[in-house]
């Protein structure tokens, strides 16, 4: 165990680990979205009541979502570590910046990006995931979803959040790549097309829910 | 001839405070190099009893990578695949106003003026850019065949000079792209093996301890790099790192 704790210690070790939970954060955006896009099912949310039911009841998911939580504290915990000890590498910065620029914004603004969709989500479980969990009486998450999506503040702040989102998953996602390594002129053209599908796709799916219903007169 | 104004960091010893001074340099030829124009623009403060501006140059030729400066914002100026010391005048425009900094990283201190101290480097060098060999005759050139693609790519790797530019244009002072050069370069060759995992692991040590930062993969390194290191030798550090930690 010792080898191991060493190697999250060094720079890549913790630029791996920040790579692979947000990879892991991937995959859950993925699961996330396929439920979330039932609610354009005009069925009366019958399979987007049966699929939350289904996350909740079954043991397996539950295990997941400890790994979830833990996963999202750890791509924070590593990522606020790497962030500050690069600040740290450069106390002193220079008065002019290069025209034209050397590298992209999102690139220098991970941390910030990434603050946001944590607002986000903070905001999120506690208007959704938490009533539905603990809230007395306890909701019915088809209509409570539905009525946030219909709230038209709320679906700025979820366009919002998804911008962020899409932005922060432009640089992390071919990032986690790099860092894992693999990204090779064999794999970059690869690698290049999923991240863009990635970046745009799901968050446009995210997004295109409370437009729908918010702004589109979706019922 | 052209008349240019430097806004040049002045610095007195790695302990004092710096600021920027201003000094107008009259009659810069396009055909003197950036160096020269400093020179000249040298000679004649020494002539006014003033304190010329420390910087450093040794080949003037871009292959040693001592020169080091931060030109209007960029290591080595606005060329790109270029030292400043091979960086010319004609670059600039009658009536320009350059800006000239240190390098700036925590593991490059300024020493003075426009010096910064990248001993940090050799360090990481010491810590595993080498290859043992034994003594005894040199071996038939062939007992070792290497292929074109592999000779080509460690060869590119080999041309990193060592300067530091990529630490001082990353806002993060990453090394990565250095080192990422110096373990691709022996990685890819027969001779570098033996070592292969002890070096990668080592180096990076060595990287961390000195204080540069964590590579985010905004590729300022690799804009700025005058000898076109690109990011996929950081990805091979990367996979190197990995593969040397699991096995
Ligand atoms: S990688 Fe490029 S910029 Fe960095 S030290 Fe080597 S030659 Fe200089
Ligand atoms: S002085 Fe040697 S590379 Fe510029």
Redesign the interface.
């Given at each position: 165990m010792g080898w191991f704790m060493k190697a999250l210690s060094t720079s890549i070790g913790k630029k791996l680990l920040v790579g692979l939970t947000g990879m892991f954060l991937c995959i859950f955006l993925v699961v996330h979205l396929y439920i979330n896009l039932h609610l354009f099912k005009a069925d009366g949310g019958e399979t987007f009541t049966a699929m939350a039911e289904f996350m909740a009841n079954t043991w397996a998911v539950k295990v997941m979502e400890i790994g979830l939580f833990l996963g999202i504290l750890l791509h924070i915990i590593y990522g606020i570590l790497v962030t500050f000890q690069n600040w740290s590498a450069k106390p002193v910065g220079y008065t002019t910046s290069p025209k034209p620029g050397t590298s992209k914004f999102e690139s220098r603004n991970m941390i910030w990006l990434g603050l946001i969709v944590l607002v986000f989500l903070v905001i999120h479980l506690q208007g959704i995931y938490f009533q539905v969990k603990f809230g007395t009486p306890k909701p019915d998450i088809y209509h409570l979803t539905l009525s946030v999506m219909k709230d038209p503040t709320w679906a700025v702040i979820y366009i919002i959040a998804m911008y962020a989102l899409a932005i922060h998953l432009k640089h992390g996602f071919q990032s986690a790549f790099q860092t894992f390594g693999l990204n090779t002129p064999k794999y970059k053209g690869l690698v290049d097309l999923v991240a863009y599908v990635f970046w745009i796709g799901i968050p446009l799916a995210f997004a295109s829910i409370p437009v729908y219903f918010a702004f589109l007169g979706g019922k | 001839m052209m008349n240019i104004t430097l806004k040049v960091w002045r610095q007195k010893s790695c302990n004092s405070q710096g600021a920027?001074a201003t000094y107008g340099v009259e009659g810069v030829s396009p055909d003197m190099s950036f160096l020269e124009m400093l020179d000249m623009l040298n000679e004649r403060l020494i002539k006014k009893g003033e304190e010329p501006i420390a910087f450093d140059h040794d080949c003037r030729e871009g292959i040693c990578g001592t020169c080091s400066m931060?030109i209007?914002?960029?290591p080595h100026g606005?060329i790109k695949g270029v030292t400043t010391c091979q960086l010319h005048m004609r670059s600039f425009s009658d009536g320009d106003t350059i800006?000239i900094?240190p390098f700036?990283?925590?593991?490059f201190p300024v020493i003075k003026d426009l010096v910064v101290d990248r001993s940090s480097f050799e360090r990481i060098m010491v810590a595993g850019g080498y290859v043992s060999v034994r003594t005894g005759n040199a071996q038939d050139a062939n007992a070792l065949p290497i292929g074109k693609h592999e000779a080509d790519e460690a060869f590119n790797a080999a041309a990193c000079i060592g300067c530091g530019a990529c630490v001082a244009?990353?806002?993060?002072?990453?090394a990565?792209l250095f080192v990422g050069a110096k373990v691709s370069q022996y990685a890819l060759l027969p001779q570098g093996q033996p070592e292969r995992k002890q070096r990668v692991l080592n180096m990076?040590?060595a990287?961390?301890f000195e204080?540069?930062?964590?590579?985010?993969?905004?590729?300022?390194c690799e804009?700025?790099c005058p000898k076109g290191i690109d990011?996929?030798h950081?990805?091979?550090?990367?996979?190197?790192?990995?593969a040397a930690?699991l096995s």
């Open positions: - | 920027f931060v209007n914002g960029r606005p800006v900094e700036r990283a925590k593991a244009s990353c806002k993060n002072s990453s990565m990076v040590a990287m961390d204080g540069f930062g964590n590579c985010s993969n905004t590729g300022a804009a700025t990011l996929p950081i990805a091979r550090l990367n996979r190197e790192y990995i930690t």
